[in-house]
């Protein structure tokens, strides 16, 4: 269950970040905010039962991927073959983190 929580946090990080950047009104606004608070609720999760520092690896190094990738798919930002290779880096990386990572079952997150 720790890992979905990750997942959502990278998730739900996604639309904070768009919403930074692109919010107009007080409802968008007040919308950005519930993201960043319900991304950190995610965040603050996982680390109950995986060490943080791998949590927030994987949830920075995710999240900026799928930030890059709707960047280009919905918002029509260049993304170059050297771009995409990065990308690829950082989620090969993620996956390695999480087949390296032991989940703590007891409660006690690392820290």
């Not at 880096?89 to 087949?99: Q, R």
Request: charged letters at 10%.
């Amino acid at each position: 269950m720790a890992w979905i929580y990750v997942v959502l946090a990278a998730v739900v990080e996604v639309f904070w970040v768009v919403g930074l950047r692109h919010a107009n009104s007080l409802l968008e606004w007040a919308g950005t905010g519930i993201a960043i608070i319900f991304s950190f609720f995610f965040v603050i999760k996982a680390c109950e039962q995986i060490p943080s520092g791998t949590v927030y690896a994987v949830f920075t190094g995710s999240g900026a991927a799928a930030i890059v990738l709707v960047d280009f798919f919905v918002f029509n930002a260049p993304l170059n073959v050297t771009s995409f290779l990065f990308i690829g880096l950082i989620l090969f990386g993620v996956i390695g983190i999480k087949l390296t990572s032991e989940t703590h079952e007891n409660g006690q997150g690392g820290g």
